[in-house]
């Protein structure tokens, strides 16, 4: 069987999970999946939205949900065949944060959350499009391209953060509605529009390839993140362009 995945997650979870054990990936199991991680993403919104905690204690939860988001991943990577437990807690917590962005950004336009969900899914539409109509092919260059550019924007983000705890000059310059915040804004929502690419890609391969079905679990997990992060994009780019509109 060729091997085309090229990121080190996907080259791992083929090395692992591709055995074939009579019942191969499908569109239609991984669109399942898909639907069930959405839905506990909205478990973790309405949990934001619809259980009280005393404002003292949102700090601590909010940093508790970001600690999940960030340590949870690295655990599903090591223990593949888990994906479905860890996958199911960062969604739980992704949607906690969510439910926190969507409830701070409405202050700011009551339609920002619609407007930002229209505009997700329409992109996510768009690129679908394009790529099953060949218009963007992914192939091993591109790949590796994504994945320099998705690091770097990890490592920009870092440092934009370990940088907070000392002055609030890059941070400022990153979140304000300035003509450098919001081309930083862009820059990262284009990495992460472009990785999306390469998720229905990982989808076709493994279908194409015939992966065990448990792979399902992997792939699911992997675009749902994926446009949950561009929705947060979204949703921040926007706030950045009407603060800039109410400071003028």
């Not at 990262?188 to 999306?196: D, F, G, H, R």
């Not at 015939?210 to 706030?239: D, H, M, N, P, Q």
Request: charged share 15%; aromatic share 14%; proline share 2%.
């Amino acid at each position: 069987m060729e091997r085309e995945l090229t990121n080190p997650y996907i080259n791992k979870v083929s090395n692992e999970l591709d055995v074939f054990d009579g019942k191969a990936c499908s569109y239609g199991g991984i669109i399942s999946k898909i639907i069930y991680f959405f839905l506990i993403t909205f478990l973790g919104v309405g949990s934001y939205l619809f259980i009280p905690i005393p404002k003292k204690y949102i700090s601590f939860v909010l940093i508790v949900a970001v600690a999940i988001i960030i340590i949870v991943p690295f655990l599903s990577y090591l223990i593949l065949k888990a994906t479905l437990i860890f996958g199911s807690i960062f969604c739980l917590a992704e949607g906690y944060i969510v439910g926190y962005f969507c409830v701070k950004f409405s202050k700011l336009y009551n339609a920002i959350v619609p407007l930002a969900i229209i505009i997700t899914f329409s992109v996510v539409l768009v690129m679908l499009v394009l790529y099953g109509t060949k218009i963007i092919k992914v192939n091993q260059k591109f790949r590796a391209i994504i994945s320099a550019l998705l690091l770097t924007s990890v490592v920009f983000r870092g440092i934009i953060f370990m940088s907070s705890f000392f002055t609030e000059a890059l941070t400022s310059v990153f979140n304000d509605g300035g003509l450098v915040g919001i081309g930083i804004a862009i820059i990262i929502l284009m990495i992460a529009v472009l990785n999306l690419v390469v998720d229905f890609d990982n989808i076709a391969k493994g279908v194409k390839d015939g992966f065990a079905k448990r792979y399902e679990w992997i792939l699911a997990f992997g675009i749902v993140t994926s446009i949950i992060f561009i929705f947060l994009r979204v949703l921040k780019f926007l706030a950045q362009l009407i603060g800039d509109d109410d400071d003028e």
